[in-house]
């Protein structure tokens, strides 16, 4: 006999447990919307901003205030809200959910509103720390945008909120879909200003847009949550032993997501001392290869949690019920991640072109970014696989063995990033802006050190997890089939117009590598093309 769910006593926040597939499908449904709406916004941004200094300054000052979201927001509250208020859920406690989601609201906003303020006043001390090496009037852009961005950040996190409690109701196409009212509102602003305005007041324009949007994207959410969390009861009171339970756990979830921002930080501050004009290609590069991570790996961690977090039973019956929802998920991942690494180093400029190249966003620049992108492949597996594994860890209510591990990625991600990104480039004798491509990489093999420690010590727990070497080694092989069509492809478009040469290029590869997989009896793809033939 192996665990299972709990199901949650009828009524409105309720839904029956959902198959691995068609939770996550729904996560990246919303994921998927959101992405397509924000590379819109990150194509516009690079026509009317490109590779300027304004774009750098922007670029450098929404990682900033983004420290408040990622640490107080997504991850560490989710790791250690959801799987509480779940298992509450789970049991038919709702009255209790109830409590604990008041609480642990009310603490947040006290938290958040406190970290806003500091950070407006203490924005001139930061800058030194994310873009040291920007010049007087690159760093007094970045202190008037992080200003502008702070309060829209906190917005963010409360917005968070709403996540968790949407996602413990299996209510997962409106928390990640809602993102779109965000990067709508910095659309509107880029096509209503971006002809009128110069650079530098774009960039301010834009920030003021970023704050409107993370309103309007927090407002969308709540009429939903308000009435899935019948028993709400805002408080500050901790007495509850679940709220004790979820503030134990939020600190060092807390302390892992912040580990883990560093490594950001110190791209970008890295990336301040390259030629001008790297850190927005890094930035621009970055929603591209962040998309596989954000469909397949946060779309398939964010739908299991929940349900991880639900398995009742013995230690072999939840160990059995845990590695048979890894495994698949673990498998939904590669079938997906794999070959956008391989087009991601085949045809990295190919994809830039086709999103950024107009305007002032030129063709070097998309050399550049094929460049980051092709870092970012080493990897994108390891990153992505990653965060189910730490989500395993969080169902089992464990949020320290993921922060050892992100502390050790972070360490090597600082020795390693400095390394290829500044004295390699110089001894190698090579164009010093290939440095930014240094820092991807040398996250993708500290990416693979972390992946290999939680992996293991989660064998210890649960029994063996991971991929089967046979079925890694088809993908791959399907992966390179279609790379090497996609390259025959674009040696037969090259009178093409340049957009439907590049098109045709990447929709060869992805045909291909389809039907490569089907031949070879990949069960995942032939569940992909159902479902595509059923849409």
């Known amino acids: ?93 709702e009255e209790e959910a109830g409590r604990v989601a008041g609480a642990i609201a009310s603490l947040l906003v006290l938290a958040v509103s406190v970290v806003v303020l500091i950070g407006v006043v203490a924005t001139p001390a930061l800058i030194p720390l994310i873009a040291q090496g920007f010049g007087p009037e690159q760093k007094r852009m970045t202190i008037q945008l992080t200003r502008i961005l702070f309060p829209g950040a906190g917005i963010f996190v409360i917005s968070a909120w709403c996540l968790g409690i949407l996602n413990s109701h299996r209510r997962y196409l409106l928390s990640y879909s809602a993102p779109v009212l965000w990067n709508v509102a910095m659309i509107g602003a880029l096509l209503w200003f971006g002809k009128s305005q110069q650079p530098v007041d774009l960039a301010s324009t834009l920030a003021w847009a970023s704050v409107a949007g993370a309103l ?99 230690h072999d019956q939840v160990a059995t019920y845990l590695r048979g929802r890894l495994g698949a998920g673990l498998r939904n991942i590669a079938f997906f991640v794999i070959p956008s690494a391989a087009a991601f180093l085949a045809f990295g400029d190919v994809i830039a072109a086709l999103l950024f190249q107009r305007g002032r966003f030129s063709a070097a620049d998309s050399h550049y970014a094929w460049g980051i992108l092709a870092g970012s492949a080493v990897g994108l597996l390891a990153t992505t696989m990653g965060r189910l594994y730490s989500s ?52 993708g093999i500290a990416g693979w050190i972390e992946f290999v420690l939680l992996r293991s010590r989660m064998n210890q727990r649960i029994g063996v997890t991971g991929l089967p070497a046979k079925f890694v080694g088809s993908l791959w092989a399907a992966a390179a089939v279609g790379a090497a069509a996609g390259w025959e492809m674009r040696g037969l478009t090259t009178h093409q117009a340049p957009i439907i040469a590049r098109v045709l290029v990447l929709v060869t590869f992805g045909v291909i590598y389809l039907l490569t997989t089907i031949a070879l009896g990949v069960p995942e793809a032939a569940s992909a093309l159902a479902r595509l033939r059923r849409r």
């Open 216 to 314: 309007l994207q927090f407002l969308v959410q709540v009429p939903t949550t308000l009435r899935l969390a019948r028993h709400l009861r805002f408080s500050l009171d901790t007495t509850s032993e679940h709220v004790r339970t979820v503030s134990r756990n939020f600190g060092p979830a807390f302390v892992s997501r912040g580990v883990v921002q560093i490594s950001g930080y110190i791209d970008i501050w890295l990336a301040s001392f390259l030629p001008a004009g790297m850190v927005a290609t890094l930035g621009y590069a970055q929603t591209v290869y962040v998309l596989p991570v954000s469909l397949f790996g946060m779309a398939v961690s964010a739908a299991e949690l929940p349900e991880m977090s639900r398995a009742v039973g013995d």
């Open 1 to 93: 006999m192996t665990a299972v769910p709990r199901q949650d006593p009828g009524g409105e926040p309720t839904r029956p447990a959902r198959q691995p597939r068609a939770a996550a499908a729904l996560v990246a449904l919303g994921i998927f919307v959101s992405r397509v709406f924000g590379l819109l916004r990150q194509m516009l941004q690079a026509q009317f901003l490109g590779t300027s200094i304004a774009a750098d300054a922007f670029t450098a000052a929404f990682k900033i205030p983004n420290i408040l979201q990622n640490l107080f927001g997504e991850g560490a509250l989710s790791a250690s809200f959801i799987p509480v208020y779940s298992r509450l859920l789970a049991e038919g406690n």
């Open 392 to 443: 395993t860890y969080y169902a089992l209510h464990d949020t320290r063995t993921p922060l050892r591990f992100a502390t050790i990625r972070v360490v090597l991600t600082t020795g390693l990033g400095y390394l290829f990104a500044l004295p390699l480039p110089r001894l190698l004798g090579i164009d010093p802006h290939w440095g930014a491509a240094g820092l991807t990489a040398s996250a």
